[in-house]
């Protein structure tokens, strides 16, 4: 009560969580449903390991270098092209799907910021990554003699190519969603490009083995300069040797990814739709 015998809400009542809170909430309802999607989930986590056991039991065992596999290339490049296939592919899909069904209008039309959408993507974008590395890594030990990292620098590296590659794919992916004119035209649309990519960028076949016309071609997308810190992370050293300028080029990776990221704001910030065109 008031001192005037008027009813007061509180400040309690009138509240709303925080931004942090509501971006936290978010992430955890991308999660679930995520995972509610059985289909999705077979998809995204089954057929990376499933085409690097294909390609490592065809060309598994040649050697590409002194001490390096043909199959260990395969699972340092699947390992890039896994980050991507979450990050960009599912993600556009995902979100142009959304559109079009509606959701992402009726979201936009709530108390809650439209940053804790993309917040919410991010942390389902964050755990199926993880989880599809993890995994890819686990066959790549059991299957192609994949060796772990043994030093922090290694380590370091690993982390800074994931972090930089899954965000600048992810910020792509937003951006293309909006390529798409209904749900039903986004899985071409994006999954084509994305196809032709990975057999550019060393991740289907040894880089050294693409034509240097498609070498060209792949160095101005992402994915090519994963792949190769990829290798760099778990490949020994003179395996720098099979890449075109010799080197591992660790400061043209991160030139690229940064380049790349912030082209992907721009993008999202020109094209991204809360609603479906028609």
Not at 178 to 193: F, K, Y
Request: glycine residues 10%.
């Amino acid at each position: 009560m008031t001192a005037r015998g008027g009813i007061s809400a509180g400040p309690a009542a009138d509240a709303l969580p925080g931004a942090w809170r509501l971006c936290v909430a978010r992430g955890g309802i991308e999660v679930k449903v995520f995972f509610r999607d059985k289909m999705a989930v077979a998809f995204i986590f089954g057929l990376p390991p499933i085409l690097l056991v294909l390609l490592g039991s065809i060309f598994g065992n040649q050697a590409a270098a002194r001490d390096v596999t043909v199959g260990q290339l395969f699972t340092a490049g699947m390992i890039a092209g896994g980050i991507m296939s979450t990050s960009f592919q599912y993600l556009a899909i995902g979100v142009a799907t959304e559109r079009e069904n509606g959701m992402l209008k009726r979201l936009s039309g709530t108390p809650m910021p439209r940053t804790a959408y993309f917040a919410g993507k991010v942390v389902q974008v964050l755990v199926c990554t993880v989880a599809e590395t993890v995994l890819l890594m686990a066959v790549g030990m059991l299957f192609y003699h994949l060796h772990l990292p043994t030093s922090p620098g290694r380590w370091w590296t690993f982390a800074w190519v994931f972090v930089l590659g899954s965000a600048a794919c992810a910020l792509l992916g937003i951006a293309v969603s909006s390529l798409p004119r209904s749900a039903a035209s986004a899985a071409p649309v994006i999954t084509l490009p994305f196809t032709v990519l990975q057999f550019i960028s060393g991740v289907y076949v040894p880089f050294n083995d693409v034509p240097a016309w498609m070498r060209d071609v792949a160095s101005f997308f992402p994915l090519k300069w994963m792949a190769q810190g990829m290798r760099s992370v778990f490949l020994p050293g003179q395996a720098a040797a099979l890449e075109p300028a010799g080197t591992w080029e660790h400061g043209r990776i991160v030139l690229v990814l940064l380049a790349w990221i912030a082209a992907g704001l721009i993008l999202c910030a020109k094209t991204f739709r809360w609603q479906s065109r028609g």
